[in-house]
Structures are given as C-alpha cells and as structure tokens.
C-alpha cells in the first residue's frame, strides 16, 4: 500500500507539470493574439491618423492651383503693395512688419503650378507657371529696387543680412513648407492658418526684397545670396508639390495623339529630373557649408576666445580656399600656434583647413600698457599746460578791465562807465555786432558850437531794413535815458 501511494503521488505530479504547460501555452498563446489585436489597433489608428487621400479634392485642387498662377490686375498690385511693405520692414530691421507683408503676399502660385504640372504632364500649365513665375521675379526685383534707390535710409540690417546666408535649416523649412502647403490645397475645404503658417515659414519675398536692395546699393553679394535663397525656396517647394501629387495618384493629362503624349511625359520627367538635382546639389552643398560654420564656430569659442594668452581682434574663414584667419594683437608664442593647429585637427569638417595666424610681434601686452600708460602722462601734462594758460589768460582780462576803467575815469564826473553801457547795450539789444559813443563838436553856421552824444552802431547781415529802423529808434531812446541826453545821434557802421 505505501508504494502505491507513492506510484498515485508521482503520476499526479506528472499530471500537474503537463497541465501547466498546457496552461503556459495557452498564454503564450492568449498574448500573440492579444498583441496582434493591438498591433491592428495601432496600425488602424495610425492609418486614420495620417492618411489624408480620402479627403482630397483631386479636381477643386488642379484648379484652384491653375487659378493662382496668372500675374495680373488686383494680384499684381497685392505684389506690388507686398514688396513695398516688406522692403519697408527690412529697411527698419523690423521683423513684424516682414512677417504682415509675407501674409498678403501672392507669391506661391506659379511655384505650385509647376510641380503640379510636372506631376500631371501638362505641358500648357507648365510654360504659364514659368512664364508667370518670371514675371513675379522681375515685377518683385523692380519694385524692391526703386525703394531703396529712391529711399534716403538703405543701411544694411540685420534682417537684409539675413536673406543673403541660406543655410540646411531654410532648406528644411522650405521643404516642409512646401508640403504643409500642397496638402492643405488638396484638402477639401482650404486650411487658411496652414497656408498663412507656410507663407511665413518659407519667406519667399524677403529674399526677393533683399535681392532687389543689392541691385540698387550695388552689393552683389548681397543680390546672389538672396537670389540663392529664394531658389532653394523655390525649387523645394515645387519638389515637394511634385512628390504629394505623386503619392496621391493625381491622374496625368491624356493626349489624342501618343506621339504627343509620350514626348510630353518625357519632357515632363526630363523637367523633374533637372529640378531634382539642383534639390539633391543645394541640399548637399547647403549641409557642408553648415557643418563648416559650425565646427568653425566651434573651434573659435572653444580654442580660441576661452585662452587667457590670446588676445583676438577678428576672424573669417574662406570655404572656398579652405582657409582659416585669426588676427590678434600682440605677439602669439610658437608654441600657442602648434597648440591651435593641432586643436583644429580635432575638428573634422575643418580639419584639412590651412590656419594663417596673424599677429603683431612688436606691439605685445605689455608694451601695449607702456605704450598707454605714456599716453596718460603725455594728457596730465597737456592738462597741466592748458590749465595754466587759462590762468594767464583770466590775468589778461581783469589787466584790461583795469585798463579799460582807467581809461573811462579820465571822462567827465557822473559820465557812465562804457564797459557797463556796451554790455547792457549788447544784452537788450542781441542783433547788435559794434556799439560805440562820444562825444562829438558840431556847427551849423561855422559861429556857435554845440556839443552832441553819436553813437556808432553795426547790426547783423541778417536784419531787414525796416527790424533795423525799430532796433536803432529803441535804440536811440534807451541811450538818451541812461546818458541823460536830450539828443543822440546814431550813426550807421
């Protein structure tokens, strides 16, 4: 009885492992399932999320498109009054006003209607986006340039400035803009926001703008730089206009005629290819130039500006001589220069970058501070001198004061001293330049002689004859109270 209870006891042990494998399977098998059903959850929501071709409007889209491309009448003058404002909000260096003027501006048009062209091979829609987009360059350039050829203030700002160095970030946001842009035109019912939103983010007239302001100030890198910019713009939004349409089936334009209808298609596609590449070039070069601004950048704040030994006056980097420039004042030690060169190998976009030091091995610090320091002597002593000039020339005025009362002391008892008349004279009367009196011997018949008080005047250029007149009679009479004269000639200087 005892072995079997223990034979009952091992088979039911058995029994038990079996079953909970069984019941691991199930669960293993449960959360397969379970996670299949959520993965088609996942995948559904997502796909509601994100799929936006039911809600296009294939037809309203071709045409609202094909409507914005012509440049005439009201939305010529919107782009006309558009370049004017962003002009004005560049040359004030104002970003507000750049952005209202992105906002009214029709620029977007031709743009979409090349990339929709090229998507459907419609040959016709293509030369009148190319036409109408080179009607909207040369109205907005001819605008921009008679503003600031014709404006009094066209300094360089740093809005302008701005506009002329594109770097992967414009090409991104053109890009992007460009596709919020076409799939808010395909959407039934037009998303205002969004195209305001990409109007602003993409800025195709700013460029223009700053282009047209180097054409008339005569800076060519200012008018390549912007043209460069509005390019990159130009050609991303179109690419990205060519690949929604693409993705969502827009169906091509048939032709009667095959022969036609092939050439087209393989003109259309030799068109798409042409801007592909400038895209595919743009953003490449764009992308170097950016890695090469920030590694130098980089080295500049980091090896450079964060040494207490060095003192850096200016710099700039040559992408195209692969050339790096450092000025500094005073001397700089061999062995900081090896330092710098070797720190710049660090630096990988830079690395092969020729590094021309320039410094000066006369002037160094500490003869900078002599140097100042004889300066500041050099202005005690002239402060020194011009205080002790000053003091002579107090001296000279209190002698001739003396002088001057010496001289009135010798003139009748209870005559007024001139000094006080002259300065009284010249402070009622601003205009008068020479004032002058005495007394003057005079006879009508040669017999008698009488005595009379002439004052001698001289008034400014500036006084018409009939303020000269008035002056000379307030004159004459503020004279005979203050001499206690009854007559007082004046005589005209």
Avoid at 145 to 170: C, G, H, K, Q, V
Avoid at 441 to 454: G, N, R, Y
Avoid at 484 to 493: S, Y
Wanted: net charge neutral.
């Amino acid at each position: 009885m005892e072995e079997g209870k223990e034979h009952k006891f091992d088979f039911s042990e058995e029994e038990t492992e079996n079953a909970k494998n069984k019941s691991v399977e199930i669960s293993k098998e449960k959360v397969k399932k379970d996670a299949e059903g959520l993965w088609k959850s996942i995948s559904k929501f997502l796909n509601e999320l994100l799929d936006f071709r039911d809600d296009t409007d294939r037809d309203a889209t071709i045409l609202a498109i094909k409507a914005d491309i012509s440049f005439k009448g009201a939305t010529a003058w919107i782009l006309v009054c558009s370049i004017f404002v962003a002009s004005i909000g560049l040359n004030a260096d104002s970003t507000a006003v750049v952005i209202g003027a992105m906002l009214i501006s029709p620029l977007m048009g031709p743009i979409l209607g090349v990339g929709l062209s090229i998507a459907i091979n419609d040959i016709d829609t293509l030369k009148r986006s190319l036409i109408n987009l080179a009607i909207m360059i040369v109205l907005s350039l001819m605008t921009a340039f008679l503003f600031f050829a014709l404006f009094p203030l066209n300094e360089e700002t740093s809005e302008l400035f701005a506009r002329t160095r594109p770097d992967i970030r414009d090409v991104l946001i053109a890009f992007f803009g460009g596709l919020a842009l076409i799939i808010a035109r395909t959407k039934k019912g037009t998303i205002a926001s969004v195209i305001f939103g990409v109007a602003i983010a993409t800025a195709l007239m700013p460029p223009l703008c700053t282009a047209g302001y180097g054409l008339a100030v005569g800076n060519w890198k200012f008018f390549f730089g912007a043209m460069y910019l509005f390019s990159i713009n130009t050609i991303f939004i179109a690419l990205a206009t060519f690949i929604v349409l693409k993705l969502l089936g827009f169906p091509m334009l048939k032709y009667v005629n095959s022969a036609k209808r092939k050439r087209i298609s393989r003109f259309a596609m030799l068109i798409a290819i042409v801007v592909m590449f400038p895209a595919i070039w743009t953003f490449l070069t764009v992308l170097q130039e950016t890695k090469y601004q920030r590694d130098y950048k980089d080295f500049i704040s980091n090896e450079v500006e964060t040494n207490d030994n060095l003192w850096l006056q200016r710099h700039n980097m040559d992408v195209d001589a692969k050339k790096i420039s450092l000025y500094f004042n005073g001397d700089v030690a061999d062995a900081t220069l090896s330092d710098l060169q070797n720190e710049l190998k660090d630096y990988e976009n830079i690395l092969d970058f020729e590094l021309v030091v320039n410094a000066n091995k006369v002037r160094n610090a500490d003869r900078l501070s002599q140097s100042l320091e004889r300066a500041y002597d050099d202005l005690d002593r002239r402060d020194n001198v011009i205080s002790g000039l000053q003091t002579q020339i107090e001296e000279l005025e209190k002698n001739i004061t003396g002088l001057n009362m010496q001289i009135e002391s010798r003139s009748a008892k209870g005559t007024i001293s001139f000094t006080t008349l002259s300065r009284d004279a010249k402070v009622r009367f601003s205009d008068l330049e020479y004032f002058g009196y005495a007394e003057m011997l005079e006879s009508k018949d040669f017999i008698t002689i009488d005595t009379i008080t002439v004052a001698s005047v001289r008034w400014k250029k500036s006084l018409v004859d009939s303020l000269v007149l008035k002056r000379e009679i307030g004159l004459q009479k503020w004279l005979q109270y203050e001499l206690k004269k009854d007559t007082i000639m004046i005589k005209r200087n």
